[in-house]
């Protein structure tokens, strides 16, 4: 599935909508939204076009500032547009990270936890977070809260 042309599409169209970003690490930060589909991927070999698309585009609206009728435009499916909304921060921006967490697992939206647990892990991957200023506290204190309210929900 991670061959497919479609997935192509929507790898290059996140780079393009996030082009010149870069993540806490330095990297490119299309790197991220690859890794978070793959980690879907392993986690839920199940994983459907949909989540996939939410997956690479999950940071779009809160990050490069899209709306979900240019993701429409850009043919990325509705239960997708739904999940990117979802998992977006815009709203909330400043209220308790957990509690954001639990507004998504609240609405039971399978696609949406599926890619915040997927975004999840790649935030709390141990690589990764040895090249952040915050490191493992960051990972004990916000992520490995958050992924087991999501591990649950599912």
């Known amino acids: 599935m991670l061959e497919t042309l479609w997935f192509r599409e929507a790898l290059e169209f996140a780079k393009i909508l996030h082009h010149g970003q870069v993540d806490k690490a330095g990297a490119p930060y299309w790197m991220h939204l690859e890794r978070v589909a793959r980690r879907l991927v392993e986690r ?34 509705e239960e997708a547009i739904a999940a990117i909304e979802l998992v977006s921060r815009n709203l909330d921006p400043d209220g308790p990270y957990l509690d954001w967490i639990r507004r998504i697992v609240a609405t039971g939206n399978v696609t949406a936890i599926r890619v915040k647990l997927a975004d999840n892990l790649d935030n709390s991957d141990p690589a990764r977070v040895a090249a952040l200023a915050a490191g493992p506290r960051m990972v004990a204190e916000k992520y490995a809260p958050a992924r087991a309210i999501l591990e649950r929900a599912l």
């Open 44 to 77: 839920f070999p199940d994983a459907t076009k949909a989540q996939l698309q939410a997956a690479l585009l999950h940071d779009a609206i809160e990050d490069a500032g899209v709306t979900p009728d240019d993701l429409r435009g850009a043919g990325i499916e």
